[in-house]
């Protein structure tokens, strides 16, 4: 790792390249958040949903209420396949290496 945090240029990198190495400890009790990891990896917007992960696919469980006039297009039941053509195993497997856990269960 010492020869990725030597080439690091932006704030960016240096918060995922600090996410890697947390997640490198395999420990669930290890966490590391910032702004720059959150919108990197997930983006600025929230979906008011409440969701299960099952069979490699993300199932709507709960519509949270929102102070926004925009109607959720989602309604409880709804399935996700992928997004933006990602499907949902592709997605979660690309976010594993910044996320800590002790067993490949937890990420």
């Known amino acids: 790792m010492i020869p990725k945090f030597l080439m690091i240029d932006n704030d960016r990198d240096y918060h995922l390249t600090l996410a890697e190495l947390v997640a490198k400890t395999d420990d669930s009790h290890a966490y590391l958040s910032s702004k720059e990891i959150h919108n990197s990896l997930f983006g600025n917007r929230k979906v008011s949903v409440d969701y299960s992960y099952a069979e490699g696919k993300l199932v ?17 039941g709804d399935v996700i396949y ?10 979660m497997n690309s976010l594993g290496k910044y996320i800590p856990a002790s067993n490949s269960w937890g990420r």
């Open 60 to 76: 709507i469980t709960k519509i949270n209420s929102t102070k926004s006039r925009d109607k959720s297009p989602f309604r409880k």
């Open 82 to 91: 992928d997004i933006e053509g990602k499907t949902i195993p592709q997605i």
